[in-house]
């Protein structure tokens, strides 16, 4: 009976045996299964550490603090059961993706004033802690100023908002190079330059041979010179990435000149009143008077100032008529001048000038426009005053008045053939010195008597 229930109960502590076993090897199932999802995570978070580090030498990178972020935003999402989509940012920069942006830009723009549009630009950027990296001015001809600013790449899209606003804009082209395999590849051959160099000043210390010496001189002399051409290049490119550079080009807007036109309407009467307008034709008794009276008329788009009235034939000025409407000074657009003056007739002559078989009085009105200073608009225009011839026989003065007028037509018909002939009266004057010579010559020979023979 013992040996019976001896029996029994060995089965049940090889029962309690296989569980315990077989807890123990669950146990260290979910040991080794714990281990195994933490140890990803501790590679992950060096990784991005390392990628912080690394990116911490280059303008523009994110600090390590912020390189971490996309981690603690997915551990995050992931405790509190929300969508990890959400957690995404809907617009990437330079400083969210951890690359090296190189940002430029140009841009045109047309000012009225080129000064003070370029004082306005640098103000705009000087006031986002920007600089004036360079500056060109050209003054001759059409004014034009280059201006080259240098920004943060987080004030970039400020910067040429403001620069675009201060005149009409022409061009603008922006780009965004991408360098950061450029600078990972300059920063792996400065390390290995470095290493070289390092390397060749240990062999130069220990060389004994004087030509081996020289050797390693010369390679430690390309090697050094090659490493700080590496580490200009990538401080180059560092400097690119660390500022915005913007170029500003501004130049001056072509003037639209206003159309400009003058008119001018002349008339002859007696008095002021019957003058304006008056008439084209006068007809006035050899001793008595008439008044001339000129309209000139702004009738461009453009104001007129500068404004001149002559007449060649009377020798008048503007000075020599009285304002009845209007100013000398400046014509506005649709508005005019009115000036009249007195004409003395004496003796059917009017300032010296026969009128008894008509007068004929020239007018010229000029101006300058506002718009255009250096240019001139005119009009010109003519009357005919008449004197009545109450004498028959024509007086003295008619006399000398017709012959001065014949004399100095027939001296201008004189004058004109004269300079029609001269160039070729030495000619002329040549045939004639040689026929007088060769006729002297002539009766020196008949007069000489014959020689005696003997």
């Known amino acids: ?190 390390t290995t330059a470095e290493a070289s160099v390092a390397r060749l000043r240990k062999l130069l210390d220990q060389a004994g041979d004087i030509n081996a010496l020289a050797n390693l001189e010369n390679q430690l002399l390309n090697r050094e010179t090659l490493l700080e051409q590496l580490r200009g290049q990538l401080r180059t490119v560092q400097d690119q990435v660390a500022l915005a550079t913007i170029t500003l080009t501004i130049t001056q807007a072509a003037t639209v000149i206003p159309p400009a036109a003058i008119d001018i309407i002349a008339g002859l009467g007696i008095g002021a009143i019957d ?36 007449s060649g034939s009377l020798r008048l000025r503007l000075t020599d008529f009285t304002v009845v409407e209007g100013s000398v000074e400046r014509l506005d657009p649709g508005e005019r001048l009115v000036a009249t003056t007195d004409l003395a007739v004496e003796d059917g002559r009017v300032r010296r000038r026969g009128a008894v078989g008509g007068l004929s009085i020239d007018l010229l009105a000029s101006a300058e426009p506002v718009a255009a200073p250096r240019s001139t608009v005119n009009a010109s225009t003519n009357v005919t005053l008449v004197a009545r011839n109450d004498n028959p026989l024509p007086g003295f003065g008619d006399s000398f008045s017709a012959g001065a007028s014949m004399l100095g037509f027939v001296a201008g018909i004189a004058l004109i053939v004269f300079g029609g002939l001269l160039p070729f009266l030495p000619f002329p004057a040549l045939l004639v010195v040689i026929l007088w010579w060769w006729h002297r010559r002539r009766r020196t020979w008949v007069e000489e008597p014959p020689a005696e023979e003997f």
């Open 275 to 310: 003058a304006c307008p008056g008439s084209l034709d006068l007809t006035v008794d050899r001793n008595s008077s008439a008044t001339l009276c000129v309209e000139i008329d702004n009738v461009g788009e453009s104001p007129l100032t500068a404004i001149r009235l002559e």
């Open 1 to 190: 009976m013992a040996a019976q229930t001896a029996t029994r109960a060995h089965p049940r502590r090889y029962a309690i045996a296989i569980l315990i076993v077989f807890a123990l090897i669950l146990a260290a199932c979910g040991s080794s299964g714990s281990s195994s999802s933490s140890a990803p995570t501790a590679a992950f978070a060096s990784a991005t550490t390392t990628a912080a580090a690394q990116s911490a030498d280059v303008g523009a990178r994110i600090p390590a603090e912020a390189a971490n972020q996309p981690a603690d935003r997915g551990t995050a999402t992931a405790d509190s059961g929300d969508t990890p989509g959400l957690a995404v940012p809907t617009a990437l920069t330079p400083t969210d993706i951890g690359r090296d942006i190189v940002f430029t830009a140009t841009i045109d723009v047309e000012v009225t004033d080129v000064a003070a549009a370029a004082a306005e630009a640098r103000d705009a950027v000087l006031a986002l802690g920007g600089i004036v990296f360079g500056e060109s001015t050209t003054t001759s001809g059409s004014p034009r100023t280059v201006l080259t600013f240098k920004v943060q790449p987080a004030d970039f899209d400020k910067a040429l908002a403001s620069i675009a606003r201060i005149g009409d804009l022409v061009d603008q082209q922006v780009s965004a190079d991408d360098v950061t395999y450029r600078i990972v590849d300059l920063q792996s051959r400065v």
